[in-house]
């Protein structure tokens, strides 16, 4: 819980998570290797799934691990700044994590720049590989091993990225407020999965279109004219 004695460990954890979650690894992988902007190949989006789309499945999966070491580093943080709150710290750093990413104010200082704009609309990923960091610090095995296990068999069966994204998160999260239910998990987590869940699908909400209308691109289709 905040207090007026946190309150300021509180605001510290948020902004440090924020900025962690604000890290464009995609961007910087990506004009690392091939100088070329994200923002501008395959499908516009800073993450895993564009990344493995402009320059192969290998970096995909870095991407994806260096974002999900985002959530993870701003979970330990936030328990070493606030060790007598570890359950509000992870809330409050899960949340602003996910967030940075989402709605990156580095990405968005980056398109900014590159497109001699000043627009005030915030660039961003859509947050599933940070997210899962932070579930890592949260969740019990059992719940990341059928979450991962029911993700990746659904992505495999359909190559649809996404799919296997909400499939997993829709497996996961309402399994925590479960346990939260059950006293298994301490009570503010119940906000951190409520919390989440609402980020994913306000990212994913263009992808949940599509595939509703049958329009989503798989992984490793040529893209459309």
Do not use: C
């Not at 789309?53 to 995909?60: K, L, P, Q, S, T």
């Not at 999966?61 to 070491?69: G, S």
């Not at 328990?79 to 509000?88: G, H, K, Q, S």
């Amino acid at each position: 819980m905040v207090t007026q004695e946190n309150v300021l460990q509180v605001i510290l954890v948020a902004l440090v998570s924020y900025f962690l979650g604000s890290i464009p690894t995609a961007y910087l992988i990506v004009k690392a290797r091939r100088n070329v902007n994200i923002f501008e190949e395959g499908s516009g989006n800073m993450g895993g799934t564009n990344t493995a789309r402009v320059m192969g499945i290998r970096w995909g999966l870095v991407t994806v691990t260096i974002d999900a070491l985002k959530g993870i580093v701003a979970v330990l943080f936030s328990r070493l700044i606030m060790p007598d709150y570890t359950w509000t710290a992870t809330t409050v750093a899960s949340i602003m994590a996910v967030s940075g990413h989402n709605w990156s104010l580095f990405a968005t200082l980056i398109y900014n720049a590159a497109n001699k704009s000043k627009s005030s609309t915030l660039r961003g990923g859509k947050g599933a590989a940070t997210a899962f960091g932070t579930l890592l610090m949260i969740a019990q095995p059992q719940v990341i091993i059928v979450m991962v296990t029911f993700g990746t068999v659904l992505f495999l069966r359909t190559r649809y990225a996404s799919l296997g994204v909400l499939a997993a998160f829709t497996l996961a999260l309402p399994w925590l407020v479960i346990l939260v239910a059950q006293n298994a998990l301490p009570p503010v987590y119940a906000l951190y999965a409520i919390t989440i869940a609402l980020l994913i699908v306000v990212r994913f909400r263009e992808n949940i279109q599509r595939l509703l209308t049958g329009t989503e691109r798989r992984l490793g289709d040529a893209p459309t004219i």
